[in-house]
T-cell receptor, first 114, second 109 residues
Framework: EPEVTQTPSHQVTQMGQEVILRCVPI?????FYWYRQILGQKVEFLVS????????KSEIFDDQFSVERPDGSNFTLKIRSTKLEDSAMYFC????????????FGPGTRLTVL | DAKTTQPPSMDCAEGRAANLPCNHS???????VYWYRQIHSQGPQYIIH???NNETNEMASLIITEDRKSSTLILPHATLRDTAVYYC??????????FGAGTRLTVKP
């Protein structure tokens, strides 16, 4: 069964450093998403991406964040200058198309900012 | 913020039906009700969705009240593997999914 994959599973970085989290959505899916979940808290929507542009973003997704689909298969989330409060689990998700209602989530990347 | 209200926790005996309620009194006419669950720290998993009719799939049933202000997710024969946090989400486009705190369901032997 096709699945969303994410790398790395765990990333440790120093405050102020840039990180790139990588996702490979399910092939032929058209909509892509990033969410985060701070330990013990709820899953928070960050951004949705369709047709090579951001379609929606939350108030969390500020100028420190950016997304890209560089090569037609990977979908990346970049955090330019990490803060301690960016420590969280980051989930990527993809959806087939307008008629498809299910978002498929990846296993997540745990980001730890020291 | 999430537009739904769910009880923070529920218990269910293994093999029995688990009925998880959700209030969404401010739901708009074009908004769907979605249910996802999260087992431990894994990525959320889609369960079911509906607009106004009751829905059933291989995982669960979704009962939506006639006024659409509340719904109930039913797991007909809960197993230990159904222990998870269950999220009820209201969305019109399945794009901007706002998760709330959910209901932590514990299935007990």
């Amino acid at each position: 069964e096709p699945e969303v994959t994410q790398t790395p599973s765990h990333q440790v970085t120093q405050m102020g450093q840039e990180v790139i989290l990588r996702c490979v959505p399910i092939s032929n899916h058209l909509y892509f998403y990033w969410y985060r979940q701070i330990l013990g808290q709820k899953v928070e929507f960050l951004v949705s991406f369709y047709n090579n542009e951001i379609s929606e973003k939350s108030e969390i997704f500020d100028d420190q964040f950016s997304v890209e689909r560089p090569d037609g298969s990977n979908f990346t989330l970049k955090i330019r200058s990490t803060k301690l409060e960016d420590s969280a689990m980051y989930f990527c998700a993809s959806r087939g198309g307008l008629a498809y209602n299910e978002q498929f989530f990846g296993p997540g990347t745990r980001l730890t900012v020291l | 913020d999430a537009k739904t209200t769910q009880p923070p926790s529920m218990d269910c005996a293994e093999g029995r039906a688990a009925n998880l309620p959700c209030n969404h009194s401010t739901i708009s006419g074009n908004e769907y009700v979605y249910w996802y669950r999260q087992i431990h720290s894994q990525g959320p998993q889609y369960i079911i969705h509906g607009l106004k009719n009751n829905e059933t799939n291989e995982m669960a049933s979704l009962i939506i009240t006639e006024d659409r202000k509340s719904s109930t997710l039913i797991l007909p024969h809960a197993t230990l593997r159904d222990t998870a946090v269950y999220y009820c989400i209201v969305s019109y486009n399945n794009n901007d999914m706002r998760f709330g705190a959910g209901t932590r369901l514990t299935v007990k032997p």
